[in-house]
């Protein structure tokens, strides 16, 4: 099997980032973004997903975190959908039900090549650390966009702001481990339509 690795750099005005994905890593996690929470929500997806992960981004944080959080997702989706290929050969779908102390969520994928996301997570706090929480939603939203991937993520209960967004990014990091999975008994491209890219 070929290596399932990526690599994407993106320079803007706003942000420059370089970003190293491996599909069959071992949950190694490199992740230095200047926003403390979002680095330890990334950090959650490589341990959980068992993806190696290196991030290295530099953003007008002087605004605010808008900018920095929606580019890295922009580019963790284009190194998923990359590091995919044609998606030959793997289970292409993944849910996951994850707790966190009183907080739950349920996170399914579909690994589809059609881009849709239905996230709901009721927060009440307005920041997590520097990281504002409704970005938590909008991450999740780009991040399925850029890998082509029909995502529902919800909280389905709990109190704790931060516990409710750490299950939710576990909870992702296991749904699309299962969905990138390989699978032996389907060598070819799973769908019926015999394309998950177009």
Known sequence: MTARKSEIKRDTKETSITLS??????????????IGFYDHMLGHIAHHGQFDLRLRA????????????????????????????????????????????????????????????VVSAG????????????LVVHALETIAAHAKMNLHAEVLY???????????FKAFGRALAQAVAVDPRRPGIPSTKGTLTE
């Not at 975190?65 to 290929?85: K, N, S, V, Y």
């Not at 931060?162 to 939710?168: D, G, L, P, T």
């Open 123 to 134: 927060f009440s706090t307005p920041l997590m650390g520097r990281m504002p929480t409704d």
């Open 21 to 34: 994905l491996d599909l069959d890593g071992a949950g190694a996690a490199d992740i230095k973004t200047g």
């Open 58 to 117: 530099k953003g007008d944080l002087h605004i605010d975190a808008h900018h920095t959080i929606e580019d890295i997702a922009i580019c963790l989706g284009r190194a998923i959908d990359q590091a995919l290929g044609n998606r030959s050969g793997i289970g292409r779908m993944g849910a996951a039900y994850v707790p966190m102390d009183e907080a739950l969520a349920r996170v399914v994928i579909d690994l589809s090549g059609r881009p849709y996301a």
């Open 158 to 168: 709990g109190r704790n702001d931060h516990h409710k967004a750490e299950a939710i």
